[in-house]
């Protein structure tokens, strides 16, 4: 188990040393990364002093290490647009989107498990293929779409919920729906086949032949056997909900993370948007390892199959 | 996966294709379908609801805040999500496959650093690299498709490898090795033919969300601009003007809803038939 976890936490710390050099290249793609630092009123005067202060004129190895030596000091820098601290402005934002992604995890578990049992145990029928229409359905909805189309319907027609912004529970709703949508669509998947697979198997069938009905079947067998895999791709499924949060914070104004990101590179603000994607970088990556390790503790074989 | 395959091949072999052909027919044939120029304005017809008539002509989906016909941006809007799909996708897949058959038959050290390389790609959410990048680079047709493409290669690489591995030990290669075949006639004649079916049905999938990761892009303003019609930037315009002229936001995002669906539901049903490679 230790061999184990070591290798595994190796790995995911080279990943994220792997994800801060991308980052950083990418940001020197542009050749000049001043312009992206600066506002665009800057004078060239800004830009002499800015590359002198972020040591520009040193080789690209030397200012590679800096970076690298910044972030594990934790420090991520200064946001020369907004004159503060990059750690005040995104932390600040942070509740907002664990919010959001907390109510669309909620939404997409609370259909989404349903909606797979049923498939999986309704198969082949008419139920089934229905309830798979949903689910395509939710999986190709563009969430700024659906999004929008929620505005429309329950916030300037129905006037049942607030367009945009946040505060009340009544703010979460329609954000919470719009980014939970491609989530349910997976966890329906994912529940759907597992159940089947568990289904399939020998302790189903004699359980069957002794007489234990369908209800009692899923709620003492089914479903705890299937959990694993709805497990392990919820810590997936959260670090995609953050990301997916960028768009759905956009169409709804909720002040979390991502509408930070959108607002950053329209204010080229451009550690602000690099902390951000570094963050969820981060919280893949541990999400990733966490789902690992909570995989090989609930099923061995993984962890051994990893010592071959 | 047997019973959504058999309950779904019925009905649902031909739409998704057919609505596919018909965009593409849109994409292609834009110039002669559209009832009007799209970047046409007209400032006496702005924000006018669907139907509306002007000049003897009618504006079928109605127009938009700068009095553009809404249909026919539509129509031109389909260019932009197709072909940017197609070509993000189509590189993508090229960069992912090499790498992916590379590292599954080389193996050695090429192998631990192609595949590292593919977990670190991986580890970023792909919508916020691609966000980062296009924000570096500045937005723009050819930026997208490029970042598009920088993001997404990891998939195939991954369903590439694991195919490649699978394929690699089998006694054909073996033979064709020992006759003397170079790595590169093996990969290209005896393994690429034997994978190409999960990597068909990956592709299938990520062309839907290229169209989706495109018009995402499009919508933060961070895609094709304006006033290229773009059914993200559609989108984006219509969040604005919501409350008074729902037409503008609504038609172009079921125009993705149904292009997604349908390259989904090919996917979907394709992978059922040669047994998933994801």
Redesign the interface.
């Known amino acids: 188990m230790l061999r184990f976890l070591l290798n595994r936490g190796g ?1 995911a710390l ?3 040393f ?2 801060v050099t ?2 950083f290249f ?2 020197r ?2 050749g000049d990364p001043t312009a ?1 630092l600066l506002p665009e009123t800057a004078t060239q005067a800004d830009i002499d002093a800015m590359r002198v202060t972020l040591g520009l004129d040193r080789p690209l190895i030397v200012q590679y290490w800096a970076f690298l030596s910044d972030l594990l000091r934790f420090d991520l820098g200064r946001s020369f647009v907004q004159n503060a601290d990059v750690w005040d402005i995104v932390s600040s934002r942070i509740p907002k989107t664990l919010q959001l992604a907390f109510g669309a995890l909620v939404v997409a578990l609370l259909i989404g498990l349903p909606m797979g049992l049923i498939m999986a145990i309704t ?2 029928k008419h139920v ?2 229905f309830i ?1 229409w949903i689910v ?2 939710c ?7 659906s999004g ?2 929620m ?2 319907v329950f ?2 027609w129905l006037r049942w919920l607030p ?1 945009s912004g946040t505060g009340t529970f009544a703010h979460l709703i329609m954000p919470s729906i719009a980014l939970g949508l491609l989530s349910l669509a997976t966890y329906a998947r994912i529940t759907r ?1 597992a159940v ?1 697979d568990e289904l399939g198997k020998d302790y189903v069938r004699s359980a069957r032949a002794r007489g234990v009905r369908t209800g009692r079947l899923v709620r003492h067998h089914l479903l705890r056997n299937s959990m694993i895999p709805i497990i392990s791709i919820t810590a997936l499924e959260l ?2 909900l ?3 949060a ?2 759905v914070e ?2 709804f104004a909720w002040p979390g993370l991502g509408l930070l ?2 607002q950053s ?2 204010a080229r603000d ?1 550690v602000v ?2 902390t ?2 570094l963050m ?2 981060f919280v ?2 541990f999400a ?1 390892l966490a789902a690992d390790i909570l995989y090989s503790v609930v099923d061995p074989r993984v962890r051994l199959a990893g010592q071959s | ?1 047997t ?2 395959g ?3 091949k019925s009905t649902l072999t031909w739409w998704p294709a057919g609505l596919l052909l018909v965009l593409v027919i849109c994409a292609v044939f834009a110039y002669w379908l559209a009832p009007f120029d799209p970047d046409r304005q007209n400032l006496l017809g702005r924000l006018k609801p669907p139907g509306f008539e002007a000049r003897g002509k009618v504006f079928l989906l109605g127009s938009d805040e700068l009095g553009r016909d809404v249909l026919s941006r539509l129509i031109y809007g389909a260019r932009v999500s197709l072909l940017v799909a197609a070509l993000s996708v189509l590189l993508s897949g090229f960069v992912g496959v090499t790498v992916g058959m590379a590292a599954g038959y080389l193996r050695g050290w090429i192998e631990t650093i192609l595949m ?2 593919v ?3 991986l ?7 691609a ?3 296009v ?4 937005p723009g047709f050819i930026n997208v498709v490029l970042v598009l493409a920088l993001t997404r290669w990891p998939r195939y690489a991954r369903v590439a490898y694991g195919q490649t591995l699978a394929i690699a030990g089998r006694p054909f290669v073996t033979l064709a090795r020992s006759m003397g075949a170079s790595p590169l006639r093996v990969l290209a004649l005896h393994i690429l033919p034997n994978i190409v079916g999960p990597l068909l049905v990956v592709a299938t999938l990520e062309f ?1 969300l290229m169209v ?1 990761f495109e ?2 892009l499009s ?4 895609g094709v601009q304006p006033p290229t019609a773009s059914w ?1 930037s559609m ?2 315009t ?2 604005n003007y ?2 008074t002229a ?1 037409w503008i ?2 038609f ?3 125009a ?2 149904l292009l ?2 349908s ?3 090919i996917g ?1 049903r394709f992978g059922d038939r040669i047994g998933d490679g994801r």
């Open positions: 790995q080279i990943a994220a792997g994800v991308l980052v990418i940001q793609l542009s992206l198969r082949g089934s293929k798979m395509l359905a999986q190709s909805m563009p969430t700024f779409w929008i189309m505005i429309l916030g300037v367009s086949a089947l670090s995609q953050l990301a997916g960028v768009i956009t169409v990101t959108v590179i329209a451009f948007v690099q951000i994607v969820g970088a893949t990556i990733n | 996966m019973g959504r058999a309950t779904f590292r390389l977990d670190i790609f580890s970023i959410p792909a919508i916020l690299l966000i980062i990048t924000a570096v680079l500045g839907g989706l018009a995402g919508f933060l303003g961070l993200g989108l984006s219509g969040r919501i409350a729902w936001a609504m172009p995002g079921f993705l809803f997604v669906l390259a989904n539901l979907d």
